[in-house]
C-alpha cells in the first residue's frame, strides 16, 4: 500500500520534534523553540522549511555542524542596536530570543536593529516576521550563508551568493501582509525537492556550468562543472536579483563583521533584523489606515483571470494557518519517513505517525 500523507494536531507534531531534538543532545528550552517555529512553518505553506529540515538539522547536531546548548556572545549593544556572534546554536531559537529583545526595547527606541554572524539556519522568514506583526510591528529579515556559493553575480557563470533570502511584513487589519522571498528566481531546497522527483523547473531558472539557462535542477548538484541558481530578474533583468543580493550581504556581512572573506566551512547563517514601531512615526492607527486603503486598492484591481483576483503575500498564508488548526498539519510520506528513522536511532516513540 502506497503511503500517503497525513494529518496530525500541530502541538502534537511539535512535541515529536522537540523530542528528537532533545534526545540528540539539545537543551529542552531550544528543542522546543525550534520544534514550535518548524510546525509554524508547515502551517504557515512552507513545507520545505518546516518539519522537512528536521532530519538535516539532527545530522547536524549529530556532526557537530550546530552547537547544542549555550548562548550566542554579545558583540556589541547600543541599545538600539545589538550584534552577536551564534556560535552556530540553532537557528530559530537565536532569532526568537533576538526578536523577544527587540519586542523589549522597540517600544523605547522606535527602531530596533540587529545583526548576528554565525547563527545556525534560520528557517522560514516569514514565520519569523509574522511575530512582529502579531505585535503590531514592521520587520524587515534578511539572511545569508557566507559558506555557501549557489548563485552567480550578473554576468557571470560562477556562483558566489547564497539565494539570500529577505522578507518584510507589515500588520493590517485583516491578514498581515508577508513578503519573503530571495535574490534569486528558486532556492536550494526547491532544487533538491526537483532533483528527488526526478522533475525539471517548467521554466529554465538555473544556468548550467557554461552560463547557459536552463530547466535541470541536476547542474546545481554536479560533483564538477557546477551551474547555478539564476538570479531574479532572469538572463534580460538579472541585475535587478544581483542588486538585491548585494544588499544582502551587505546588511547581513558587513553589519555583522563577518563573512565570505573569513571562507567559513560550515553551514550556518548572518542574519539581519530591523523591527520598526509605527507609533515612533505617525502613529499606529495612520498605519493601519493607509495600509488597510492598500489592500483594499490592490483586491479593487481588475484581475487577468477573474477567477484568480489579486492576493497579497500572507493571506495564504494566514488561511493555511486556519486550515491547519482545524484539520492537522499535513506530512508528507518522505517526512514520515525521515522522522520515523531518526526516531528509531534516537529512541523515540513516533506512534503519532502510525
Known amino acids: 500500500m502506497p503511503v500517503v500523507a497525513l494529518y496530525r494536531p500541530p502541538q502534537a507534531l511539535a512535541s515529536l520534534a522537540a523530542a528528537l531534538f532533545g534526545a540528540a543532545g539539545m537543551d529542552s528550552e531550544k528543542a522546543h523553540c525550534v520544534a514550535d517555529l518548524l510546525l509554524l512553518t508547515d502551517m504557515l505553506g512552507r513545507e520545505t522549511h518546516g518539519l522537512a529540515q528536521c532530519g538535516a538539522y ?18 556589541r549593544d547600543t541599545g538600539a542596536t545589538v550584534v552577536w556572534d551564534g556560535d552556530y546554536l540553532p537557528g530559530l531559537w537565536l532569532m526568537q530570543r533576538a526578536l523577544t529583545l527587540g519586542f523589549e526595547r522597540v517600544a523605547e527606541h522606535g527602531v530596533f536593529t540587529f545583526a548576528m554572524r554565525r547563527s545556525h539556519h534560520i528557517g522560514c522568514l516569514a514565520a519569523l516576521a509574522k511575530q512582529a506583526t502579531d505585535r503590531g510591528y514592521y520587520a524587515m529579515i534578511a539572511s545569508s550563508g557566507p559558506h555557501t556559493q549557489a548563485v552567480a553575480p550578473f554576468g557571470s557563470k560562477q556562483a558566489l551568493f547564497s539565494p539570500n533570502p529577505f522578507a518584510f511584513a507589515f500588520p493590517t487589519s485583516t491578514a498581515p501582509v508577508l513578503v519573503d522571498t530571495c535574490a534569486s528566481l528558486t532556492t536550494i531546497s526547491m532544487t533538491r525537492e526537483k532533483v528527488a522527483a526526478g522533475e525539471q523547473f517548467a521554466q529554465p531558472w538555473l544556468l548550467d556550468s557554461q552560463g547557459r539557462p536552463t530547466r535541470d535542477p541536476r547542474v546545481v548538484e554536479a560533483a564538477s562543472e557546477r551551474g547555478s541558481l539564476m538570479l531574479l530578474g532572469g538572463s534580460e533583468a538579472g541585475h535587478k536579483g544581483f542588486g538585491l543580493a548585494l544588499m544582502v550581504e551587505a546588511l547581513t556581512q558587513g553589519l555583522a563583521g563577518f563573512g565570505r572573506r573569513d571562507a567559513p566551512k560550515r553551514w550556518g547563517a548572518n542574519v539581519y533584523l530591523q523591527l520598526i514601531d509605527p507609533n515612533a512615526f505617525a502613529g499606529a492607527g495612520q498605519s493601519l489606515e493607509q495600509m488597510d486603503y492598500l489592500v483594499e486598492a490592490c483586491h479593487a484591481c481588475a484581475p487577468i483571470d477573474p477567477l484568480q483576483p489579486v492576493r497579497l503575500p500572507g493571506e495564504q498564508a494566514t488561511a493555511n494557518i486556519a486550515r491547519a488548526r482545524r484539520e492537522g498539519v499535513k506530512v508528507n510520506p518522505g517526512v514520515q519517513a525521515s522522522l520515523r528513522e531518526w526516531a528509531a536511532t534516537l529512541g523515540v516513540d513516533a506512534s503519532l505517525l502510525d
Do not use: F, R, Y
Open 58 to 75: 539532527l545530522k547536524e547536531l549529530q556532526g557537530g555542524g550546530m552547537t547544542a546548548t549555550g548562548v550566542p556572545e554579545t558583540v
